[in-house]
């Protein structure tokens, strides 16, 4: 089945320490997308990417980098710069529909906590 | 600029009845309008879209929504509420372009009561 897996569902951050979440998907998507969701706070944008080896930062990039070297793929690094990361990052992608839209499909998302 | 907002950051139902989230929006462009219901502990699972045409729009698990201009408005119904549909509902606008200006409002949890 055609679908967008993130690993891992759960991740612990030291101190200092950068962590990468992966996100991959199988739906031949063109554009990829990094949320962070905080209780009562919706979705907010990190960085998004229309093709590969391009992407843009979002409303909350600072402290995040990501790649796009395949088109399956867009791993979310959560750098030591990131004063804040305790969150549920959701990944998602989306494709042109035949009505011209780009109805967004999500992962299951990956919590991430500070030790 | 986008933006989307829902009445009721918690509503709560007893099984059986009504089923009422409110979701209205601000677009300089002709929207294109989602609801999205997420589980605890889950990704987001699309509901229903509203692009353009009929106004009436239906989706998975018996819940529908009316696009209404005037209003500026897409609230989101089920006739009947079911101890399943316990769950976080997010609204969403779009416009055309690659959707990196898909707009989230916070969220609305509704519990069902039994």
């Known amino acids: 089945d055609g679908g967008i897996t993130q690993s891992p569902k759960y991740l612990f951050r030291k101190e200092g320490q950068n962590v990468t979440l992966s996100c991959e998907q199988n739906l031949n998507h063109d554009a990829m997308y990094w949320y962070r969701q905080d209780p009562g706070q919706g979705l907010r944008l990190i960085y998004y990417s229309q093709i590969v080896n391009d992407f843009q930062k979002g409303d909350i990039a600072e402290g995040y980098s990501v790649s796009r070297e395949k088109k399956e793929s867009f791993p979310l690094t959560v750098t030591s710069a990131q004063k804040n990361p305790t969150a549920f990052y959701l990944c998602?992608?989306?494709?042109?529909?035949?009505?011209?839209?780009?109805?967004?499909?999500f992962g299951d998302g990956t919590r991430l906590s500070i030790l | 600029a986008q933006s989307v907002t829902q009445l009721g950051s918690h509503v709560s139902v007893s099984e059986g009845a009504l089923v009422l989230l409110r979701c209205n929006y601000s677009?300089?462009?002709?929207?294109?309008l989602f609801w999205y219901v997420q589980y605890p502990n889950q990704g987001l699972q699309l509901l229903l879209k509203?692009?353009?045409?009929?106004?009436l729009v239906k989706g998975i698990n018996g819940f529908e929504a009316e696009f209404k201009k005037s209003e500026t408005s897409f609230h989101l119904t089920k006739p009947s509420a079911h101890m399943s549909d316990a769950a976080e509902y997010f609204c969403?606008?779009?416009?055309?372009?690659?959707?990196?200006?898909?707009?989230f409002g916070p969220g609305t949890r509704l519990s069902v009561l039994p």
């Open positions: 998602a992608s989306s494709i042109e529909d035949s009505q011209f839209v780009y109805t967004q499909h």
């Open positions: 509203y692009t353009t045409g009929a106004t």
């Open positions: 677009s300089s462009v002709p929207p294109y």
């Open positions: 969403a606008v779009s416009g055309t372009n690659y959707g990196q200006n898909f707009v």
